[in-house]
T-cell receptor, first 112, second 114 residues
């Protein structure tokens, strides 16, 4: 069964708006990661947040982690058409193995 | 570095045939993962290796699937015999254990079994 569940499954916004995607998971984690997948391509790592961190930034990306609620969010600010892709959260549930379990993903469409 | 290299990019085969997918991880990465992606089931972890040793193959669907990593620079995923329900995109990914940079994925192999 999937460790992570993402919400919403699909999101459509206008260029310049912010996009927020949420991820919930079931078991304790070592870290949580977000990936992007463009259509027909492999996944690209965006950001990693450790279980003892609450917020992390990278460019236009902001990730939060709430371990008490077992949830994370990915915020993309000032979205661009090039941000159109599927976004996945992935959890490392066992320390020192690096094994990641991926959620089902959120499909984001940014309209020009 | 050229990234994680997978071959072939596309494979169309007839049911019952043997299929071999290949992966070259990034040099220096000590972990390698095989995933399968379908619309219905999303991304499923099939098997992963640490330092060329298989650690967890609980995701391998059945005995028709096997994976090897004979050295640090090469891995194969074999399906024998193949079935139409094996049709999917198969991804290989590698990482350095403990890295903050996560996995590096290959471009995938799109397998179609007819």
């Amino acid at each position: 069964s999937q460790q992570g569940e993402e919400d919403p499954q699909a999101l459509s916004i206008q260029e310049g708006e912010n996009a927020t995607m949420n991820c919930s998971y079931k078991t304790s984690i070592n870290n949580l990661q977000w990936y992007r997948q463009n259509s027909g391509r492999g996944l690209v790592h965006l950001i990693l947040i450790r279980s003892n961190e609450r917020e992390k930034h990278s460019g236009r990306l902001r990730v939060t982690l709430d371990t008490s609620k077992k949830s994370s969010s990915l915020l993309i600010t000032a979205s661009r058409a090039a941000d159109t892709a599927s976004y996945f959260c992935a959890t490392e549930i066992t320390s020192n193995t690096g094994k990641l379990i991926f959620g089902q993903g959120t499909t984001l469409q940014v309209k020009p | 570095d050229a990234g994680v290299i997978q071959s072939p990019r596309h494979e169309v085969t007839e049911m019952g045939q043997e299929v071999t997918l290949r992966c070259k991880p990034i040099s220096g990465h000590n972990s390698l993962f095989w995933y399968r992606q379908t619309m219905m089931r999303g991304l499923e972890l099939l098997i992963y290796f640490n330092n060329n040793v298989p650690i967890d193959d609980s995701g391998m669907p059945e005995d028709r699937f096997s994976a090897k990593m004979p050295n640090a620079s090469f891995s194969t995923l074999k399906i024998q015999p193949s079935e139409p329900r094996d049709s999917a995109v198969y991804f290989c990914a590698s990482s350095s254990q403990g890295s903050i940079y996560g996995y590096t994925f290959g471009s995938g192999t799109r397998l179609t079994v007819v």
